[in-house]
């Protein structure tokens, strides 16, 4: 069994209390601090699940049924720009599946896998609830909208030669996947309001409506009851 060193497991014992002291119960915490583990190592390790087991009074048999659950949480250490193409249905019609086939035969890398050099670490997501802006894909988590497999492949590129790249959507610059987590984790960085949010086809319908002076309906009598 590993174990984390006497300085990380304080670090990450005094960010666990605080996240724990947010839910009632501390079980409820399980998740953020699959997350917050995730952030220190790149994946859930073992020590990770030692540790938010420990932490949250659980078997480490209930951790791990947790966080392989979940494809969020990963197995082996992530690259440090975790790169998902959305190979569901809208997005595979409009270029995804084309752009995965390219992306991964341009860098070498098959679904889960990450390079050597451990920049950048290749998945299939499913949907990412961003079909308008289909094909999408995202780099840990930030939304790249409206892609090509020429613009796949180049940003991968940009990424490992360590360029400078900016998101369609929220911050211009682009954390690790590390810092990613420990966001996810419930610690954040200060950058959730930064760059656009929803914009172009998101609310289209909103500008419609407006221009037409349209509201919605009032709900019905007893439609909350």
Not at 84 to 89: K, M
Request: charged share 25%.
């Amino acid at each position: 069994m590993t174990t984390y060193s006497p300085e990380v497991r304080e670090r990450l014992e005094r960010d666990a209390k605080e996240i724990i002291g947010r839910y009632p119960k501390a079980r409820s915490a399980l998740l953020p601090l699959l997350h917050l583990v995730q952030a220190e190592d790149g994946y859930v390790s073992d020590a990770g699940q030692e540790f938010c087991a420990a932490m949250l009074g659980l078997s480490k048999a209930e951790v791990v049924g947790v966080s392989t659950f979940y494809t969020m949480y990963k197995r082996k250490p992530a690259g440090e720009y975790h790169v998902g193409v959305c190979i569901n249905s809208l997005c595979a019609i409009m270029g995804g599946d084309q752009i995965w086939d390219e992306l991964t035969e341009h860098a070498g890398l098959g679904n889960g896998e990450t390079s050597t050099d451990g920049k950048i670490s290749l998945e299939r997501i499913e949907c990412n609830a961003a079909c308008d802006f289909a094909p999408v894909m995202m780099v840990n988590w930030e939304f790249f909208d409206n892609q090509t497999p020429e613009s796949a492949k180049k940003l991968v590129d940009d990424l490992r030669a360590g360029k400078e790249v900016a998101p369609t959507r929220g911050p211009g610059r682009l954390c690790s996947f590390k810092d990613a987590s420990r966001v996810l984790a419930g610690l954040p960085d200060g950058l959730a309001g930064d760059g656009p949010s929803a914009s172009g086809p998101s609310i289209e319908g909103l500008k419609i409506a407006k221009a037409n002076g349209w509201t919605a309906p009032a709900p019905s009598k007893g439609a909350s009851e």
